[in-house]
C-alpha cells in the first residue's frame, strides 16, 4: 500500500499555516466551504492556561504551530511539538521564535508510532490530525499510550457526513488517495478503547472537538 498523501507537505502546507493563524479567515473558510464551526478549535486551546509548572504537553501533529498562541509566556512546561513534515515543524519553530517560545522542542514524528515511552505527558493535544492519517484508530491508540493516568487527551477531527458540499468534496479527496474522515461513534469508541474515559466528541456536524482522560489516578490537570 503507498504512503498516505499529506496534503499539508506541499504549497498548500503554507496556505494552511496562514489560515490557521487567523481565526476569522479560518471561520470564513470553514463555513463557505466545508459548512463547519472551527470557533471549537481555538476554544478548547484554553486548557493550555490551566497547565501546572513542570507538566508535559505533546503536540501531534503540531502543523505550524496554532496551539502556542494559547501557551502562556513564561510558563514551564516541557512542550513537545511532533509533524511528521519538516516544512510543518519549520513553521511552527519560527512561530515559537516570534513568540518568544524558547523552550518548546521540536520531533519529527508520526503519530502512528510515537517516538515516546508510555505515559510520560500530562496533557496531549492532537488538533486536526485524526482525520489525515490512514489508520486513525491506532493514531488514538498511540495518542493515549503517551498519556500519564489521569493525563488529558483534547483534539480536533474533521467527521464523516456534514453538508453536501463537505460530502462531495471528501469524495473527491478520497479519489485522490486521502482517508475519510471518521464517524462521531468510532472516534467515541477508538477512544474508550484506549483507555480513555469520559470520551467525547462535539456535537457539530463535520468537525468537533474531541477528548477525555487517561484512566488511573489525576495528574495536576484537573
Ligand atoms: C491539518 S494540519 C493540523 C496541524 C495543527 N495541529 C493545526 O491544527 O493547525 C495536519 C498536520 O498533520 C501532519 N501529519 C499528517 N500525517 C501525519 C502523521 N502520520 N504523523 C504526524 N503528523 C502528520 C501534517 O504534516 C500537518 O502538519
Redesign the pocket.
Known amino acids: 500500500m503507498g504512503r ?1 498523501p ?4 506541499g504549497p498548500f ?1 503554507a496556505l ?2 496562514f489560515y ?1 493563524e487567523r481565526p476569522w479567515l479560518t471561520q470564513a473558510i470553514g463555513r463557505a466551504l466545508w459548512g463547519i464551526d472551527t470557533s471549537v ?1 481555538y476554544d478548547s486551546m484554553g486548557l493550555l492556561a490551566e497547565i501546572g509548572d513542570g507538566s508535559t504537553v505533546l ?9 502556542f498562541r494559547a501557551l502562556p509566556s513564561g510558563t514551564d512546561v516541557c512542550y513537545v511539538a ?4 519538516e516544512r ?1 515543524l519549520a513553521r511552527a519553530r519560527e512561530r515559537a521564535l516570534r513568540r518568544g517560545l524558547s523552550r518548546v522542542e521540536f520531533v519529527a ?4 508510532a510515537l517516538p515516546f515511552d508510555d505515559g510520560v505527558a500530562d496533557l496531549v ?5 485524526l482525520h ?2 490512514s489508520d486513525p484508530e491506532r ?1 488514538v491508540r498511540e495518542l493515549a499510550r503517551c498519556l500519564k493516568p489521569g493525563g488529558r487527551l483534547v483534539g ?1 477531527t474533521f467527521l464523516a457526513g456534514g453538508t453536501r458540499r463537505a460530502r462531495a468534496l471528501l469524495g473527491i479527496s478520497a479519489r485522490r488517495g486521502h482517508p475519510r474522515p471518521p464517524a462521531r461513534e468510532d472516534v467515541v469508541r477508538w477512544l474508550t478503547d484506549a483507555g480513555i474515559v469520559d470520551a467525547q466528541v462535539g456535537p457539530q456536524p463535520g468537525f468537533a472537538a474531541f477528548g477525555g482522560r487517561r484512566a488511573g489516578h489525576c495528574t495536576d490537570l484537573n
Open positions: 498516505t499529506n496534503i499539508c507537505a502546507g494552511y499555516s490557521i478549535l503536540d501531534v501533529p503540531c502543523g505550524g504551530g496554532v496551539a511532533i509533524d511528521i513534515d510543518m514524528g508520526d503519530m502512528l493535544l492532537s488538533y486536526s490530525g489525515m492519517v493514531a480536533t
